[in-house]
């Protein structure tokens, strides 16, 4: 290792506070170094304390801004952002949050910070194109059941054994904390329009067909878990809905206008 990528760990060690938490003497001198290093530090943990109030703004309100900051400094500590952008920074908050001693009282909190999270991703993905159903229905009728086609980049699915989703809209600007009802176990929708995002509940059958596009399955593979559940009869109405809402991702590969 060259001196300059021992000094650069040394560095970023010092800044996250591992080890001894100092610089070699014999690389950097001077106690205006520890000084200048906790300004750092500070206004590191500051950033990635901020970039998280802003990703989950629900899990704050939820557990209440004195529990977040203590929160949000140990998974800085035990996740430390690796990027300058730091828009991929909290990506493992739920699975943190699973384990941290503190929340076990809030069983559902996990779930809602993948809600979250979900929005998060959506909000900051590509546009992507829609999948072109008139170039889909000159596919050979034969042929259509192997395609695999996807979902666009702004669309997630969650699902949760909690009312997550009523915490959610619960717990938005405006709103005093407390849902209208508890729905109990919920699959949601997370999709983009006009640059809003917005979760919503969606049935069994949409959520099985969405869930096996996003699994990469082919059409007719989907059509076989949606009658598993006895809903295969709903697949063309799931289809052209989907489509229609412009959730759907044309298949990798395929073009219209060479598919005559």
Not at 22 to 48: F, K
Not at 92 to 105: H, S, V
Not at 183 to 201: N, Q, T
């Amino acid at each position: 290792m060259s001196e300059l990528a021992r000094l650069q760990r040394t560095f970023l060690a010092a800044l996250r506070g591992e080890g001894d938490g100092e610089l070699a003497p014999h690389l950097i001198a001077g106690s205006h170094v520890q000084a200048c290093l906790c300004v750092y530090r500070d206004g590191m943990g500051a950033a990635w304390h901020d970039e998280l109030a802003d990703t989950y703004p629900v899990v704050r309100r939820l557990v209440g801004p004195d529990f977040f900051r203590e929160m949000a400094g140990r998974y800085g500590r035990s996740h430390p952002s690796t990027s300058g952008d730091l828009h991929g920074y909290g990506d493992r908050l739920a699975e943190f949050l699973e384990g941290y001693p503190f929340a076990r009282g809030l069983p559902y909190l996990p779930d809602v910070a993948r809600l979250e999270w979900a929005c998060h991703e959506c909000f900051h993905a590509a546009d992507g194109r829609a999948l072109d159903v008139a170039a889909l229905a000159r596919v050979p009728q034969a042929s259509q059941g192997g395609l695999r086609l996807g979902l666009r980049p702004w669309v997630r699915l969650a699902a949760s054994p909690h009312p997550v989703l009523a915490l959610w809209e619960a717990n938005q600007p405006g709103r005093d904390g407390a849902p209208d009802e508890l729905r109990g176990a919920e699959r949601i929708l997370v999709a983009r329009a006009d640059f809003v995002v917005r979760p919503s509940p969606i049935g069994e059958g949409q959520w099985v067909f969405l869930e096996a596009l996003a699994q990469g399955q082919t059409l007719q593979q989907a059509v076989t878990r949606l009658r598993r559940r006895g809903l295969h009869e709903t697949f063309g109405e799931l289809l052209m809905a989907c489509a229609s809402a412009g959730l759907l991702a044309g298949p990798t590969g395929f073009s219209g206008e060479g598919e005559r």
